[in-house]
């Protein structure tokens, strides 16, 4: 079937089937920075935003995604690169399989809340797991995007 | 055998559609897709059609009827719920467990029909929503009917082609809410226990009504009746807290699972209930 929709600000049309996942629809599409961890939404590796909000693309079917707006760490950090110069000036990844959630997570969070403090950052970031880091870098790394924003 | 076809989608724009859609036996209802995106992943389910709610109008929405109860449409999502003023003044705790249910990608996807639907007590929705004493609106093509949460959770059950539309939550500006979770795993895990309190306290500080709800444990979320009555006519101190604790224990329908003896269940229904009682008497934000 296919499915129009806006992707990375760009009106798209994508064939799918009724059952695939959008995080398998977005990767054949050369969007791989979203992953497959856990399957079953509860890692935050597959992360996009659709609407505004994030969303564990494992779980959510492509053909819902009809008229809606999504975006992928790709477009997001193609539209503001501070994204990514937060990251790596505070050092806030290590095999970096977690990181484009956590980018998606916390670019959602400071277009809703433009002064959010240590605490919202930690409850945005419930769900996207890092194995590497402990957090509190990417803790900082959200303190300084949010604060730069 | 043959080889498994992929299912249609179907996104159903009202719910005359909707109904024409589910009629079919191997039709699956998505609304989140919180679980059955995960059943449909790993072949638990074949469905022939998915029918994903999402576009029906009818069941999206929270408004009031009257001044006593919020109607709730059943594909609002936890995050629309969290972020409800409506929601926020009137029943500040349902707030306020949404806002915490889960992850953020959950709450933007999780609807409270689906919650319903699905009855896994181990959610936060189904024991407060047990608890708020909320009633169900459920619709098939040739009728509707309302039904008490409580009954749909002992007895009831959805026939084929029915669909939860509408949940009703009646508001009271005297009624005062807790909802408790004991969680000893991470952050992610299910509680060991929840209980959800609503009481209801005159003015000489007595309780008339008083609704105990258990989740996490047994198969779906329960009321502890004889809790419930201990606490009426009584005033909500520690020691009768205590007693609703002991209370619930002594009836709360347990068996051993994959994560405690019955003894250690019983002791935590014990104490965890004890806790949301005393929480709830002393909840200072009673709806407007």
């Not at chain 1, 959602?108 to 870098?137: F, K």
């Not at chain 2, 079919?24 to 029918?51: F, H, N």
């Not at chain 2, 009633?135 to 949460?149: D, K, P, T, Y």
Request: hydrophobic share 45%; with cysteine.
């Amino acid at each position: 079937m296919r499915v129009h929709l806006t992707l990375n600000g760009l009106p798209a049309e994508i064939t799918v089937s009724g059952d695939e996942a959008l995080l398998d629809t977005l990767r054949a599409a050369g969007m791989t920075g979203a992953k497959e961890g856990c399957g079953v939404g509860v890692c935050g590796l597959c992360t996009v935003l659709v609407d505004r909000a994030p969303v564990s693309s494992c779980l959510y079917l492509a053909a819902c995604a009809e008229g809606r707006d999504v975006w992928t760490v790709e477009g997001l950090t193609a539209h503001d690169p501070e994204l990514v110069n937060a990251f790596a000036s505070h050092e806030a990844l290590q095999c970096g399989i977690c990181t484009p959630g956590q980018v998606v997570s916390l670019y959602a969070l400071a277009q809703e809340a433009p002064e959010a403090d240590e605490a919202q950052i930690r409850e945005q970031l419930v769900g996207n797991l890092c194995r590497c880091t402990g957090y509190r870098s990417i803790i900082a790394a959200g303190l300084a995007y949010v604060a730069g924003h | 055998m043959l080889p498994a076809t992929e299912p249609r989608f179907v996104a159903p724009t009202s719910l005359n559609d909707a109904f024409g859609e589910v009629a079919s036996e191997r039709a699956l209802l998505l609304a989140g897709g919180t679980s059955v995106v995960q059943w449909i992943k790993s072949g638990l389910v074949t469905p022939d059609t998915i029918v994903y709610l999402g576009r029906v109008a009818e069941l999206s929405g929270i408004d009031r009827i009257g001044l006593t109860t919020l109607r709730i449409g059943a594909m609002v999502t936890a995050r629309e719920l969290a972020r409800s003023a409506l929601v926020q003044d009137s029943l500040p705790t349902l707030a306020q467990v949404a806002a915490r249910l889960g992850n953020p990608r959950v709450r933007a996807v999780a609807t409270v029909g689906g919650a319903i639907a699905l009855g896994d007590p181990r959610q936060d929705l189904p024991p407060l929503l047990l608890a708020l004493d909320a009633r169900l609106i459920v619709r098939s093509r040739s009728r509707s009917r309302e039904i008490a949460l409580t009954d749909y959770y002992q007895r009831d059950q959805l026939h084929s082609g029915e669909i939860v539309t509408t949940v009703l939550v009646p508001t009271d500006a005297q009624m005062r809410v807790a909802y408790l979770r004991f969680v000893p795993g991470s952050v992610a895990d299910h509680p060991r226990v929840s209980v959800a309190v609503s009481l209801r306290v005159n003015h000489g500080g007595s309780i008339e009504a008083a609704r105990i709800a258990l989740g996490a444990i047994g198969n779906a979320p329960t009321l502890a009746v004889e809790a419930q009555d201990a606490l009426r006519g009584r005033a909500p101190t520690d020691d009768v807290a205590a007693t609703a604790g002991g209370l619930a224990a002594a009836t709360a329908p347990l068996a051993r699972d994959g994560h405690g003896s019955v003894e250690y269940q019983r002791a935590m229904v014990e104490e965890w209930t004890r806790r949301a009682v005393v929480t709830a008497a002393s909840d200072a934000s009673p709806s407007a």
